[in-house]
């Protein structure tokens, strides 16, 4: 599950990121929650300020209500969505700029909400850098064991600032300035091989043309034990392999992914069926046959694995085992051109 802030403004090119390099087997299949935002001062601050130095008295006067909107999270619209949908029991938090803040704050002060986070150019400079301050004591004594974390920086249209200069003038300036390589010392200080992290600049993007490119390259990040599974990995799925030796690579290379992402991953349904068919239409039905049992293992209550059976039996010429799986599956879902199948058969 990826909950997506600032929804209506990031969504669709999320959506067809996703889509487009869960098909080349380079992102994990996702559902995608976008959150669309009615005050986003308020509720992706976690702290109350009169004025600050990108905000004036008018813009900060509903600040704070970022601990209230990340209780809603908690209690409302996360239990509303797993209630609704089968998810796996893994969460990802993309936000950017105030979002990006929000995103880092959950991070440090309610770790176990999400498994990871991409924070976009996040506003770390707000309330005079303080939730990097109390980062350091923070990322000091705190595991956040199986969590990664994905920080873009853009620097386009920012004139290069001498750090070492800076520190000399204590300002609200110098805090902004100093944010982000505070924030990177104090993840530096913690060592935990568990806790999964990369920062990555870009110096011709700006604020604004940010987000697309950070949320492809967090997604790489995030997913990169995926990269066994595209399309570039020819051998893996080639037929004239033995079907075996693929199945058994392809349960090694989810245990490797469950292992990295901190909770169980099942090999893809789509992966494992369109194998099943690739075996199956190079006349190999005793390959065929383990990708379709193990889509049952893992996919019990799925339509598509007894359709897939359905067609197995066909190809193979046993009528009445495909008339049975073909009935099974319309007991999951009505679907017409399955009920063709049978009236085929009959």
Same mark, same amino acid.
């Given at each position: 599950?990826?909950?997506?802030?600032?929804?209506?403004?990031?969504?669709?090119?999320?959506?067809?990121?996703?889509?487009?390099?869960?098909?080349?087997?380079?992102?994990?299949?996702?559902?995608?929650?976008?959150?669309?935002?009615?005050?986003?001062?308020?509720?992706?601050?976690?702290?109350?300020?009169?004025?600050?130095?990108?905000?004036?008295?008018?813009?900060?006067?509903?600040?704070?209500?970022?601990?209230?909107?990340?209780?809603?999270?908690?209690?409302?619209?996360?239990?509303?969505?797993?209630?609704?949908?089968?998810?796996?029991?893994?969460?990802?938090?993309?936000?950017?700029?105030?979002?990006?803040?929000?995103?880092?704050?959950?991070?440090?002060?309610?770790?176990? &909400? +999400? =498994?990871?986070?991409?924070?976009?150019?996040?506003? @770390?400079?707000?309330?005079?850098?303080?939730?990097? !301050?109390? %980062? #350091?004591?923070?990322?000091?004594?705190?595991?956040?064991?199986?969590?990664?974390?994905?920080?873009?920086?853009?620097?386009?249209?920012?004139?290069?600032?001498?750090?070492?200069?800076?520190?000399?003038?204590?300002?609200?300036?110098?805090?902004?300035?100093?944010?982000?390589?505070?924030?990177?010392?104090?993840?530096?200080?913690?060592?935990?091989?568990?806790?999964?992290?990369?920062?990555?600049?870009?110096?011709?993007?700006?604020?604004?043309?940010?987000?697309?490119?950070?949320?492809?390259?967090?997604?790489?990040?995030?997913?990169?034990?995926?990269?066994?599974?595209?399309?570039?990995?020819?051998? &893996? +799925? =080639?037929?004239?392999?033995?079907?075996?030796?693929? @199945?058994?690579?392809?349960?090694?290379?989810?245990? !490797?992914? %469950? #292992?990295?992402?901190?909770?169980?991953?099942?090999?893809?349904?789509?992966?494992?069926?369109?194998?099943?068919?690739?075996?199956?239409?190079?006349?190999?039905?005793?390959?065929?046959?383990?990708?379709?049992?193990?889509?049952?293992?893992?996919?019990?209550?799925?339509?598509?694995?007894?359709?897939?059976?359905?067609?197995?039996?066909?190809?193979?010429?046993?009528?009445?085992?495909?008339?049975?799986?073909?009935?099974?599956?319309?007991?999951?879902?009505?679907?017409?051109?399955?009920?063709?199948?049978?009236?085929?058969?009959?």
């Amino acid at each position: 599950m990826i909950y997506l802030l600032d929804g209506e403004e990031h969504f669709q090119g999320l959506t067809a990121m996703i889509e487009n390099m869960g098909s080349m087997r380079v992102f994990q299949e996702c559902i995608i929650v976008a959150i669309p935002n009615v005050d986003r001062i308020r509720d992706f601050t976690p702290t109350h300020i009169n004025s600050g130095i990108f905000l004036d008295s008018i813009s900060a006067k509903t600040t704070g209500g970022g601990e209230k909107f990340t209780a809603f999270l908690q209690k409302d619209l996360i239990p509303e969505i797993e209630s609704r949908y089968p998810t796996a029991p893994y969460r990802m938090l993309i936000g950017h700029s105030l979002g990006g803040l929000f995103v880092i704050n959950t991070l440090l002060k309610h770790t176990e &909400l +999400f =498994n990871s986070y991409i924070s976009i150019d996040p506003a @770390l400079w707000y309330d005079n850098s303080k939730l990097v !301050k109390e %980062s #350091d004591d923070i990322l000091k004594h705190k595991k956040f064991n199986d969590r990664s974390l994905f920080i873009s920086i853009a620097n386009g249209f920012k004139k290069k600032v001498d750090t070492t200069e800076v520190k000399k003038h204590k300002s609200p300036y110098s805090d902004a300035v100093l944010a982000m390589p505070g924030l990177t010392s104090s993840l530096q200080k913690n060592n935990n091989k568990r806790f999964h992290w990369e920062i990555k600049s870009y110096e011709k993007e700006g604020h604004n043309t940010s987000p697309f490119i950070s949320e492809y390259d967090g997604l790489r990040y995030i997913f990169r034990d995926y990269n066994f599974l595209s399309v570039d990995n020819y051998d &893996l +799925f =080639n037929t004239s392999v033995n079907g075996k030796a693929i @199945l058994d690579t392809l349960v090694l290379g989810y245990k !490797k992914i %469950s #292992d990295s992402m901190g909770c169980k991953i099942l090999p893809s349904e789509r992966i494992v069926n369109n194998m099943g068919y690739a075996f199956l239409r190079s006349d190999k039905p005793e390959s065929a046959y383990l990708f379709f049992q193990f889509n049952e293992q893992n996919y019990p209550n799925s339509f598509n694995v007894y359709d897939a059976w359905g067609d197995y039996y066909l190809a193979i010429a046993d009528k009445n085992a495909a008339k049975r799986y073909f009935s099974k599956a319309l007991t999951i879902l009505d679907y017409a051109p399955t009920v063709d199948k049978i009236k085929a058969l009959n």
